[in-house]
């Protein structure tokens, strides 16, 4: 299972069977400006797609085949497909990675659901909807309104063409359409948290219904030859929780061999079955990642010592496909690119990202920000919409290893008056709190830049241009800096605490060319030059890298994102400086974490 093949990797690939199959390629295709689609059955009809799209890609995209980037508020789209043999006791199930915004699905004109959420999965059982003979049918109605701010948007613009730091709209089908075969009682979900301190994995999951006797699972945890663990029980509920002893882990001289870590990306295979009396078995593939993150005298801590973490922002953009990646490939690629410019980890930027990018973070070894798309107006439908993505998103990816913190909103968006609105402060408050009740495992920032009423990290946006602005505030006067200071005009704090929480600036830099005359253009500052560039990107990391304080950093930003101008590669993921360079500058020692206190099994890994 971890030696995935890029080109045919499962689009959830934590959880896998081999009966899959792939529905992307060409489907039908038509706008519906007028709404009338519904009224006019277009579920059960064939004129209305009178154009041919390339599914995953979104209908603004180059790689779609329509490129149409002017705003149209509901798309349709059309595919048959043979379904395959389907054998007794077995059901077909229909997924879809990711759809924005809301999204109806037919088969063969039959209604069977709806799904709102630009970012996240949901899937049907098709089998009962299928036609005996022939090809089926799959029709998808999908609406995304650019002007209703209380939408999760992210990056994507409410103007008809892009402007300052927001781009071209994704909408509809962006990311794979797919269909397996399973038993009809199958494993729906599995969920796994490592418990360093008590040589133990929690596993969590979800049956597709209430079994009627009981049933046992079988969970098998492997390194390699090495069987960490073998472990049956009994469930007579849908959903299932266990633990699951891997006394590997207790020898504390010996387990750094096992740990997660962006400098020794170990995972661990874990083949689960599920077998019932008189049903077929189930059987799936998965993995984890046996590492703990947490924060601690100002520190952020991997497997419970200090971590540095050098982070790049990362826009998950692509100039011909826009949101969606343009494969696997290309993902895996931007994981290996990150990695050779020497960041340890990336914040993927108003995006819940791809699971095979987090795939490749898990199996190559990069830190995540778990971020998401945020709305633009606060009201009680913001309020709900985004909670529930938010949810679902916790849902999806909270067993990757390679996620290390939770930033559900990001610099006041769609909480614009948090500072003074009661209102708003509580919500920031509650989706900290509600997140860390769903997953206590990881750091969680409610609000990331400034105005935050509620943090286990407090993270710092400063585009200062100098070097030397950026070492006054965050070298001896860092906690007036905190108290007093206004990055973006904005207080940074709404709390009164100031204590040991680990400080980081998760955004800074921004350095972007002089731009030419007639050039669409948005940057925070300039240089002349890629050699500027260089001495700049120097200038400013040695700053931050020698701050006795600041406990890690996001540079803005990995590519140029349309008129955002600011990359170190080019939108075409092209470096404008040589890697070997921009690794020397990003890799030197950080004060905040002396030679003494690096973990001496991660280094000598």
């Known amino acids: 299972m971890i030696a995935a093949d890029p080109d045919r990797l499962c689009p959830r690939p934590q959880l896998v069977r081999s009966e899959w199959f792939d529905l992307d390629g ?70 879809f990675a990711a759809v924005d915004y809301a999204a109806s699905v037919w088969i063969n004109g039959i209604h069977l659901g709806s799904h709102e959420g630009g970012q996240t999965p949901f899937s049907f059982d098709i089998t009962a909807a299928l ?65 360093l301190t008590r040589a133990s ?23 390699g030859d090495e069987i960490l663990a073998e472990q049956s029980v009994r469930v007579d509920r849908r959903r299932f929780r266990f ?14 061999r096992l740990l997660w870590s962006p400098e020794n990306p170990v995972l661990v295979d874990a083949s689960v079955e599920l077998h019932a009396a008189e049903v077929p078995s189930d059987t799936v593939s998965s993995y984890l990642g046996l590492r703990e993150v947490g924060v601690a005298d100002g520190r952020f801590l991997l497997n419970h010592l ?38 340890t980890g990336v914040r993927v930027h108003q995006k819940a990202e791809d699971p095979r990018f987090l795939f490749w973070c898990d199996k190559l070894g990069l830190l995540v920000w778990g971020e998401t798309a945020n709305a633009y107006e606060f009201a009680p439908e913001a309020v709900e919409r985004l909670t529930r993505e938010w949810l679902e998103i916790l849902r999806r990816d909270r067993s990757h290893p390679c996620i290390v913190t939770w930033v559900p909103i990001n610099e006041s968006w769609g909480v614009p008056d948090v500072a003074t609105a009661p209102g708003q402060t509580h919500f920031v408050r509650s989706i900290y709190h509600l997140t860390k009740s769903i ?30 602005a ?4 965050y070298g001896a006067e860092l906690r007036r800096a905190l108290s007093d200071g206004r990055p973006g005009g904005r207080r940074l704090l709404l709390d009164d605490t100031t204590t040991d929480r680990p400080v980081m600036l998760t955004e800074f830099g921004g350095l972007s060319h002089v731009p030419a005359e007639d050039e669409k253009w948005f940057g925070y ?13 120097d200038q400013l990391v040695t700053a931050v890298l020698s701050s006795p304080d600041l406990a890690g950093f996001c540079y803005t930003q990995l590519t140029d994102t349309e008129q955002e101008r600011n990359g170190l590669l080019t939108a075409g993921r092209v470096p404008k400086i040589d890697p070997a360079r921009v690794r020397a500058i990003l890799t030197r020692p950080a004060a905040a974490v002396p030679p003494e206190e690096l973990n001496p099994y991660r280094e000598r890994s």
């Not at 038993?183 to 599995?190: S, W, Y």
């Not at 009627?212 to 098998?220: H, K, L, N, P």
Request: some cysteine; overall charge negative; hydrophobic content about 35%.
């Open 439 to 468: 997953d206590p495992s990881r750091p969680v920032i409610g609000n990331d830049g400034w105005e935050i009423p509620e943090a286990d990290i407090i993270g710092v946006h400063d585009y200062a241009p100098t070097g030397e």
């Open 470 to 473: 950026l070492s006054t505030r």
């Open 26 to 95: 060409a489907w039908g295709f038509a706008f519906d400006d007028d709404d009338r689609g519904l009224a006019d059955h277009w579920f059960t009809a064939t004129e209305p797609f009178d154009r041919t799209i390339t599914v995953p890609y979104p209908p603004e995209s180059e790689l779609s085949g329509v490129h149409a980037t002017e705003p149209h508020t509901v798309v349709w789209y059309r595919r048959e497909f043979d379904a395959p043999p389907i054998p007794d006791g077995h059901r077909l199930v229909l997924h």
């Open 243 to 256: 633990d699951i002893a891997v006394p590997a882990l207790r020898h504390g001289q010996d387990r750094s």
């Open 306 to 343: 200090p971590y540095y973490p050098r982070m790049v922002l990362e826009q998950g953009y692509w100039p011909q496909s826009h949101l969606a990646a343009p494969d696997s490939v290309a993902l895996r690629r931007e994981v290996e690119l990150i990695k050779e410019l020497g960041f």
């Open 131 to 195: 036609r005996p003979h022939g090809p089926q049918v799959i029709v998808l109605r999908a609406e995304d309104r650019p002007d209703e701010g209380t939408q999760p948007r992210g990056k994507q613009d409410w103007h008809p063409e892009p402007h300052d730091i927001w781009y071209h709209r994704t909408t509809g089908i962006w990311q794979p359409v797919w269909a397996e075969v399973v038993p009809a009682l199958h494993l729906r979900e599995l969920h796994w948290t490592p418990e």
């Open 201 to 223: 994995v929690s596993c969590e999951g979800e049956l597709s219904a209430t079994p009627g006797e009981a049933v046992t699972i079988r969970v098998v945890l492997r390194h």
């Open 525 to 537: 500052s300039t240089v002349t030059d890629d050699e500027e560039l260089a001495a700049r990107l």
